[in-house]
């Protein structure tokens, strides 16, 4: 299962509107680990990177 990356921007987006910290990304939480998940390391980080990029995008707005 391919993790949708548009929609997890969008949920950085509203974490930070919520006015959440940028360590509650849920990509970070024990269970999304890969280890727990089985994703691939990589789409793990992206998922990650995605979300942070859309946190980062609602600081600057």
């Known amino acids: 299962m391919?993790?949708?990356?548009?929609?997890?921007?969008?949920?950085?987006?509203?974490a930070r509107q919520r006015g959440d910290s940028l360590?509650?990304?849920?990509?970070?939480?024990?269970?999304a680990m890969p280890a727990m998940t089985g994703q691939d390391l990589a789409e793990w980080?992206?998922?990650?990177?995605?979300?942070?990029?859309?946190y980062r995008q609602a600081a600057n707005s």
């Open 45 to 54: 980080q992206a998922a990650i990177e995605a979300w942070e990029a859309g």
């Open 23 to 31: 360590v509650d990304n849920p990509m970070l939480a024990a269970d």
């Open 2 to 14: 391919r993790t949708d990356l548009t929609q997890l921007q969008h949920q950085g987006r509203q």
